[in-house]
């Protein structure tokens, strides 16, 4: 099982829609990431988040430490919204090393 | 403030060899790390630097080592290519350890696209 679990894998939706990409994580954290990665490769920092809720233009961060779990948010979807969306959570695993540890990332399309 | 530039941005090599990748973080950043990325594991941490000295390594063979200098600048080295190593390689950069704050968000680079043939 992996430490960070994102939910859907894939999700298409319509342009205008309402988006929410999940995160679940199962190891103590000092801050957790949402990262917008294009074709290409380039990464971008949406988010760092360490309590409570963010929120940049279109897009809304949450995270609830009791529950471990994080939710991104994107209201009015945009077909420049496509991308990978990934969550990444700064903590310690087996090998007591403190280091990002990534979700297998949510694969995200948006139609016109 | 100019972002993260990784160098080169491609490059092709054979089994055996050994590459020779290069970060310049933002400037004022003290802190890079390293990453690689494939289809099957992911983005998996390499190592971080703070201040030109390694504060955490990942779980790769030693064939995987880095530095950094004294303007910040890494190096990131690794001998005796496999074909596995054919990845995305991304630095990220950031302030590192600040006053009140242990952990500070971290800018990414374009990233370096490995091939080994």
């Known amino acids: 099982k992996n430490e960070v679990e994102q939910s859907p894998q894939n999700l298409t939706a319509q342009e205008g829609e309402f988006i929410t990409i999940n995160c679940s994580y199962s190891v103590g954290i000092s801050a957790l990431h949402w990262l917008q990665q294009h074709p290409g490769g380039g990464i971008v920092s949406l988010f760092m988040l360490s309590s409570g809720k963010k929120k940049h233009g279109r897009l809304i961060a949450t995270i609830n430490i009791q529950e471990k779990h994080s939710s991104l948010h994107i209201t009015a979807s945009h077909p420049r919204d496509s991308a990978v969306y990934i969550c990444a959570v700064r903590g310690r695993i087996k090998d007591n090393t403190d280091k990002l540890i990534f979700g297998t990332g949510t694969r995200l399309q948006v139609f016109p | 403030k100019a972002g993260v530039t990784q160098t080169p941005r491609y490059l092709i090599k054979t089994r055996g060899q050994q590459v020779t990748l290069s970060c310049s973080p933002i400037s004022g950043h003290r802190s890079v790390s390293w990453y690689q990325q494939t289809p099957g594991q992911g983005l998996q941490f390499l190592f971080e630097y703070f201040s030109e000295t390694q504060r955490n390594k990942g779980n790769f063979p030693g064939r995987f080592s880095g530095r950094q200098f004294s303007n910040s600048r890494s190096e990131m080295n690794v001998s005796t290519l496999e074909l596995g190593d054919s990845a995305l390689y991304l630095c990220?950069?950031?302030?590192?350890?600040?006053?009140?704050?242990?952990?500070?968000?971290?800018?990414f680079g374009p990233g370096t696209r490995l091939t080994v043939l």
């Open positions: 990220a950069s950031s302030l590192g350890k600040t006053s009140g704050r242990a952990y500070n968000e971290q800018f």
